[in-house]
């Protein structure tokens, strides 16, 4: 199977990362408030990543390679919520059956380091056995059609996050990218509902801002939007208003931070850039609403020529398909330089308390709080 968008991974670290790398790697060495003792026995979740092989850049088959192995050790994380299927395009069913035999694989060729998620229990249970669960998610709810009976089959094949919407207007609402911004269909109001009957997470990502409003208010569980940024702070679509913000703080949500382009203006994203994009965040949700959610690999990326064609074909094809969201260009990398590498929890949480972040609201921030609207969701 081909990999399309955050999936593309060329092994390796970036050859040349700048000297905003090296200063922030001497600021960590020199303030120890956070350090990895702690971090090794953090709830650290990933609200959107991707564990692709490094080792077969383009190719997502076949057991995971020592270097993944090595990478998702390194990483510390808990879990990641892994994307079966994007957008509206093609048979998305038969490509979300294909990538849970394909992750499944991944998990029973080594059970002592992969585990699948699929109830609170099972979450918790990364910590104490040392490895890393695998939370099946939608990005779009389109492979639905018109059939909300395909949302118990959905959570029977163990998907526990389901987007409503990518970028374009789809069958239960308007993405964020439809100037109409007409909002969630009567379909739509149906499946916020099912969502609910289904204890399916219901994330909000990619959506219209009346989407996102209608379907916060409908919600009688605590939705989630997996990967963003502030749009108060950045004026792009995909990013979100703080007056849905604190409305999804308000319900009990979470807001994951990205690591994208839609962070910075000029496309290019720096460590200061994450920092004001999370800090505006907690200021207007509260500690306990806040996440990360990378939209990126778990490895690091090699950024070559290679990566950088990959860019710049996957702009053009988003582009003719209408889901090329603004802030998106062909050389803007998609991912933060300064923690291109696997254990980039560790060193945003150290350059957090190196700001004066408190141990506990880091907690927060890497991973508990997904974790407890993934708990009072799922049971």
């Known amino acids: ?190 499946l916020v509902a099912e969502l609910n009957r289904q204890r399916i997470v219901m994330d909000l990502s990619h959506a219209g801002q009346r989407t996102i409003a209608e379907a916060i208010a409908e919600a009688q569980a605590p939705p989630i939007i997996s990967h963003t940024g502030c749009r108060d702070l950045l004026d792009r679509p995909r990013n979100v208003f703080d007056a849905e913000l604190k409305t999804l703080a308000d319900k009990g949500g979470v807001a994951g931070i990205y690591f994208m382009p839609f962070l910075a203006a000029d496309g290019h994203v720096s460590r200061e850039d994450l920092i004001r994009h999370i800090e505006h965040a907690v200021d207007v949700c509260g500690e306990d609403h806040v996440g990360l959610g990378t939209d990126g690999t778990v490895s690091a990326v090699n950024i070559n020529d290679e990566y950088r064609k990959y860019l710049h074909d996957e702009f053009e094809s988003r582009t003719s398909q209408g889901t090329a969201a603004p802030g998106e260009a062909p050389d803007a990398l998609q991912l933060v330089v300064e923690y291109n590498e696997p254990r980039r929890f560790l060193h945003l949480a150290e350059d957090l308390s190196a700001r004066g972040w408190p141990a506990r609201r880091i907690d927060k921030l890497l991973g508990e709080n997904f974790a407890r609207v993934f708990g009072e969701v799922w049971g």
């Not at 922030?24 to 350090?35: D, E, F, K, N, P």
């Not at 990478?71 to 994307?83: E, K, N």
């Not at 694989?105 to 104490?128: F, G, H, N, Q, W």
């Open 1 to 190: 199977m081909r990999l399309r968008r955050r999936e593309f991974i060329v092994g390796g670290v970036a050859a040349a990362v700048g000297a905003a790398t090296t200063s922030s790697a001497i600021a960590r060495a020199m303030h120890t408030g956070y350090g990895a003792d702690r971090y090794e026995h953090a709830m650290v979740i990933d609200a959107q990543g991707t564990i692709g092989d490094p080792d077969w850049s383009l190719q997502l088959e076949g057991p995971p390679s020592e270097r993944l192995k090595r990478d998702l050790r390194d990483s510390g994380l808990a879990a990641v919520s892994m994307t079966l299927s994007v957008g509206s395009t093609g048979d998305r069913m038969e490509i979300a059956t294909r990538k849970i035999a394909i992750f499944d694989e991944k998990v029973a060729s080594a059970p002592e380091l992969l585990m699948r998620i699929r109830t609170a229990a099972d979450l918790k249970a990364t910590r104490a056995t040392h490895r890393l669960g695998l939370i099946f998610n939608l990005q779009d709810s389109s492979l639905l059609e018109n059939d909300l009976s395909r949302v118990t089959l959905c959570q029977r094949m163990g998907i526990r996050v389901m987007q409503l919407t990518y970028n374009t207007r789809n069958l239960v609402g308007d993405g964020c990218l439809e100037v109409a911004n007409s909002g969630l269909s009567n379909l739509g109001h149906k």
